[in-house]
């Protein structure tokens, strides 16, 4: 799957499908639909662009029917709009749909923590250190995609705490608009750091059982998250 530059997020103006590598063994549409949410979530298939089915076929030497399942579920996501005359294109960045997101995800995530709250271990607290620690290196060294992969790998944790591997995939799939929001907003001087501290205050919390303290500071976490964005999207 494409993956961002060291220090910066992705600059190919063209997709290069036909260098991906599909399991055949596996769901083929599932397989593309990851592959192209991705794309769109990074950002190298950006707002208002059109998806060209067949030329994604093409490329990835499958029929056209698993491209378009594949672009109907993200459809269903918001994340890409279908014209009947007029094609297929990516869809805009939306500030409604962010802050329908964040609503979604906030409800989740404070509930994930509370839970998280009582039981963790030592071990889940030594995990989420391990994480942060990870995460800030990936900052540090502007490895941007791998910072937010390794952000959302510490929420995937707190849920995975409480052995609630259905909240993650809940908060997940909603999410995706605001994961496009950060693709923008992590090369920001001074954001990635933010995070880590809010990461710590999180997990320092979850350490001590303090189910109030972690609530608020994941509350604290995704409220900056979503100002950020939403002050980016407006610029843009």
């Not at 769109?40 to 029917?65: C, F, H, K, M, Y």
């Not at 995704?222 to 999207?233: E, M």
Request: glycine share 6%.
């Amino acid at each position: 799957m494409p993956q961002a530059n060291e220090g910066t997020l992705v600059e190919a103006p063209v997709l290069q499908l036909q260098l991906v590598t599909l399991d055949r063994k596996l769901p083929l549409r599932d397989q593309i639909y990851q592959l192209i949410r991705t794309l769109v979530i990074i950002g190298q298939l950006r707002p208002r662009q059109p998806v060209n089915e067949v030329e994604i076929a093409d490329q990835l030497g499958v029929s056209r029917t698993p491209v378009r399942e594949a672009v109907k579920r993200l459809s269903d996501e918001g994340l890409i709009n279908v014209y009947a005359k007029a094609g297929t294109f990516v869809a805009d960045i939306s500030g409604s749909e962010l802050e329908e997101a964040y609503i979604i995800r906030k409800a989740l995530e404070l509930e994930s923590c509370r839970r998280a709250a009582e039981v963790t271990t030592k071990a889940d607290t030594k995990r989420l250190d391990d994480i942060i620690a990870a995460h800030q290196t990936a900052i540090h060294r502007k490895r941007y995609a791998e910072a937010i992969r390794l952000d959302d790998q510490f929420h995937r944790a707190i849920a995975e705490i409480n052995g609630l591997s259905m909240l993650w995939r809940a908060v997940d799939i909603s999410k995706a608009q605001m994961d496009r929001g950060r693709y923008l907003s992590i090369p920001q001087p001074g954001w990635g750091e933010v995070t880590i501290v809010q990461h710590r205050a999180i997990a320092r919390a979850l350490g001590a059982h303090d189910a109030e303290a972690a609530i608020e500071a994941m509350g604290q976490h995704l409220d900056t998250s979503l100002q950020n964005t939403l002050s980016l999207v407006d610029s843009h």
